[in-house]
């Protein structure tokens, strides 16, 4: 198996984010509430669902823990606080291939099934933060590979995953990787 490791970090901070769908036709603009502050993020591009599967292009609501996350060195992002960023690079991807044993788990490349390639051509993964969302339970068929990641350059949506601007991910990297969850409401 080509599985590797991933040790989630410990959740020690009670701060909740919200994540909603924006007011609008666009199904994949969300918005960020932390505190009495509010973003702009994007979404799945069918917006967020209660009942999200695989590939079914949604962002699923729920209660996410953020378990840590992946940094693509070449690009680096300025981070503070004690815990480190895991680094991309060429072998890592996920597993996204719901009959595997590995599904919805990092995976050393070259990988037989189905899977992503962590390092992208494009920014979205340049800093990416893990949620827990069908990774501590998994069952088959439920999503994979839900993160915080960059926004698209298009600012278009994403596969299920909550992107945000990479200035703002920036400024809130800190409070972010210290295990804030983000509740998604439908």
């Known amino acids: 198996m080509h599985t590797i490791p991933f040790k989630p970090l410990v959740n020690n901070n009670k701060q909740v ?34 009942r999200k599967r695989e590939g079914d292009g949604a962002t699923p609501a729920g209660r996410l823990s953020v378990l840590g996350g992946y940094q ?47 390092m992208r051509n494009d920014r979205l993964y340049d800093l990416c933060l893990v949620l827990d969302w069908n990774f501590s339970r998994r069952a088959r068929y439920r999503g994979s ?13 994403t596969e299920g995953c909550i992107a945000l601007d990479p200035k703002l991910m920036q400024r809130l990297l800190s409070q972010l990787v210290k295990g804030v969850q983000i509740r998604v409401i439908a």
Request: aromatic letters at 8%.
């Open 17 to 50: 984010w919200t994540v909603r769908r924006a007011p609008g036709i666009l199904a994949h603009r969300g918005l960020l509430r932390i505190g009495s502050n509010v973003f702009a993020c994007n979404l799945g591009r069918n917006g967020i669902s209660v």
């Open 72 to 118: 693509n060195t070449a690009k680096p992002f300025f981070v503070t606080g004690s815990r480190k960023l895991r680094q991309i690079d060429e072998s890592l991807g996920w597993c996204d291939a719901p009959n595997h044993p590995s599904y919805n788990m990092p995976v050393q490349l070259p990988f037989g099934a189905s899977h992503e390639k962590m």
């Open 145 to 157: 590979a839900i993160f915080v990641h960059l926004t698209r350059p298009d600012n278009g949506p």
